[in-house]
């Protein structure tokens, strides 16, 4: 067999380099590195079973290709291969047929199909009548794009049963249903569907319909696609049709050199926790395993606590925004004020200090007591994910107070949270250890409120004794937050 391997690189890095960034983003067009290709190929078992492949969004057929020349390589005893590989973009067409001839031809039989069209809109309206075709193996780098609620795909989707917010997701939605029982479907995707809540019913439509058997992650964010300008954080995923959920491989490496590969195997109740509601999928690192001493978890509904986004969306009331604190005004919070995990305010910064009282505004205020606050965007250069600051009622400059919508807000029912919980709080959310938990089940920098309720936490007692020992101290630093949080859970 030729060097398929060399030649799809070439026409790999050429496409990257010369297809205008316009012509990427309407198509979702971002090619797999061949190395990325040949691991994602190496995750099926072997068969000696007829394969039907499926390639959604095939581009110029890099997928398709490092499958068959795994097959060929390690000489299978494959009797037969049938391709389905459709793409939209018409410009891929020579390359994908031309790669497809060659990677085919070493075979004794196989054939391929090229469709022209759009992938979503031809295989829901077969499934609908059930005269779709249907596969033993899926590959796929499908695009991404986000999805409107009265979107076609989205309606197209609806066909297969999922309700779903982007182009990826509803890809995979598409193949899974496609998929015969025992099949397997190998897909490289953000990592976004892991978590938040718009991606509930994907992870429920995978959970109903497949068993997880393996998870990749690239800890690099932007070193998967390092031709391309794609900051996603990516995973890629094996789901197994219609079988029983057993232990889960998890591997790690930087990039595609995948050099310093780390792979082990995890129970499943590793990656969705028993009692989550919210189904999150986590991705455990070798350390996270190694150590964790599971602690007695509370959750924030058994504290009684809540956690809501700041009320406050500046851009709308630009009109009562305040520099300066007046009379029949009230302090407005952003994450600029605060220093040391502590409230410091007024500020000399672009933002207001205060927002003038109006009907509207005071609907939306919290009485005088202790919140914690979290801030909702990070950017990629700080070291935390998440980090938890403390207002008391001595910040206070009247009786109320207005939070802005880039914070979530601790509180007890629109009142203040106990004392001693809120100082346990911040010690808890800054710690390394809560930290790595984020990052568990998050890629992005993006702490939503779902994501913060998800989180475990240590049942009130211990709340309240590592809040005591924090309001003895002066200095709240990292060290402090990560010795006393080490006391609770070993
Ligand atoms: C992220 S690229 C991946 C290409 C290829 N699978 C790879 O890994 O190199 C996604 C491909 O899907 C194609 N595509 C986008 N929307 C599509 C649709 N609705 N139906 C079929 N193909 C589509 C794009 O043209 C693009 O080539």
């Not at 500046?314 to 009109?319: E, L, M, V, Y």
Request: hydrophobic share 35%.
């Amino acid at each position: 067999m030729i060097a398929v391997s060399e030649l799809l690189e070439k026409e790999r890095v050429s496409h990257a380099f010369t297809t205008s960034v316009s012509h990427k983003e309407k198509y979702g067009q971002y090619f797999t590195p061949y190395p990325i290709a040949r691991f994602m190929s190496s995750l099926f078992p072997v068969t000696d079973k007829k394969i039907k492949l499926l390639d959604p969004g095939a581009g110029i057929g890099i997928l398709s290709c490092s499958f068959m020349e795994r097959i060929i390589k390690e000489k299978w005893n494959t009797p037969d291969i049938h391709i389905s590989a459709y793409d939209i973009d018409s410009s891929v067409y020579p390359e994908l047929k031309e790669n497809l001839a060659i990677a085919s031809s070493a075979f004794k039989n196989s054939d391929y199909e090229i469709f022209s069209e759009d992938f979503l809109e031809k295989t829901s309206f077969e499934y609908s009548w059930k005269t779709n075709e249907t596969y033993t193996h899926v590959i796929m780098n499908p695009p991404y794009k986000k999805i409107l609620t009265n979107s076609k795909e989205r309606q197209l989707t609806r066909i297969f049963g999922l309700e779903t917010v982007n182009l990826y997701s509803a890809f995979m939605g598409a193949a899974i249903s496609l998929t015969e029982d025992n099949g397997y479907i190998v897909a490289i995707v953000p990592r976004s569907f892991c978590n938040g809540l718009y991606y509930k019913p994907f992870r429920d439509f995978i959970l109903t319909n497949c068993s997880i058997k393996h998870i990749h992650l690239f800890e690099s964010r932007d070193k998967a696609f390092k031709e391309e300008a794609v900051l996603q954080e990516n995973i890629i995923i094996m789901l197994q049709k219609n079988t029983k959920q057993e232990d889960v491989r998890i591997s790690y490496c930087n990039d595609d050199s995948f050099e310093g590969l780390i792979e082990f195997t995890v129970p499943f109740n590793q990656i969705l926790y028993d009692d989550d509601k919210e189904k999150y999928f986590n991705i455990p690192t070798k350390k996270q395993v190694d150590k964790e001493k599971v602690i007695n978890y509370s959750n924030l509904k058994d504290l009684n606590i809540n956690v809501s986004t700041g009320p406050i969306v500046d851009f709308r009331i630009k009109h009562l925004l305040l520099k300066d604190f007046t009379d029949n005004s009230y302090p407005l919070v952003y994450s600029v004020h605060f220093k040391n995990y502590r409230f410091v305010w007024p500020q000399e910064t672009k933002k207001p200090n205060a927002i003038m009282s109006s009907d509207e505004v005071k609907k939306q205020l919290f009485p005088k007591g202790y919140y914690v606050l979290v801030k909702r965007f990070s950017t990629k250069e700080e070291k935390k994910r998440v980090v938890a600051f403390l207002i008391t009622p001595g910040d206070f400059a009247n009786d109320q107070i207005a939070f802005e919508n880039h914070l979530n807000v601790f509180h007890s029912d629109k009142t203040g949270l106990k004392r001693n919980i809120a100082y346990g709080l911040i010690c808890w959310l800054n710690s390394t250890y809560i930290d790595e938990k984020f990052r568990l089940f998050s890629g992005h920098t993006q702490v939503n409120a779902t994501d913060l309720r998800n989180l475990p936490y240590p049942n009130f007692e211990k709340l309240e004794q590592i809040g005591e020992k924090m309001q003895k101290e002066k200095i709240w630093e990292q060290q402090l937050f990560d010795s006393l949080v080490k006391e609770i859970i070993q």
